[in-house]
């Protein structure tokens, strides 16, 4: 299983970044996919994620400003990120996840792209 990520950069507050992830080695359709961010000296934290049966998972701080969208038959997840702020700044994670159980998932990780955001 392979993640990766492309679409990072440098934009400034109140801009818009276009983050995409393609995934191969697998059927991505069972997968819940995503992205995750970490800034500097922090967590990383859930961006937003779209589950293999649609359900979506997004954080409060990105409501109404990010959307995510996935293409199963490309194999590829997309935030479109707008309207960002510098505390967006961070490392994007792309993420494939498979739910085994309600106690058992296995995640697999891209390598990241960097977003920054400039005030």
């Known amino acids: 299983v392979q993640l990766q990520a492309s679409g990072g950069g440098l934009v400034q507050a109140g801009g818009s970044l276009r983050l995409s992830c393609a995934a191969s080695?697998?059927?991505?359709?069972?997968?819940?996919l995503g992205w995750y961010r970490q800034a500097p000296g922090k967590q990383r934290e859930l961006v937003a994620v779209?589950?293999?049966?649609?359900?979506?998972n997004i954080s409060d701080s990105v409501m109404g400003r990010f959307t995510i969208s996935r293409d199963n038959a490309k194999n590829t997840v997309v935030l479109q990120m707008n309207s960002l702020k510098p505390e967006d700044t961070a490392v994007y994670y792309c993420?494939?996840?498979?739910?085994?159980?309600?106690?058992?998932?296995?995640?697999?990780w891209g390598q990241g792209t960097l977003v920054t955001v400039s005030s």
């Open positions: 080695g697998t059927t991505f359709s069972s997968y819940d």
């Open positions: 993420i494939a996840r498979i739910v085994y159980s309600a106690i058992l998932s296995e995640d697999y």
């Open positions: 779209i589950s293999s049966g649609g359900t979506y």
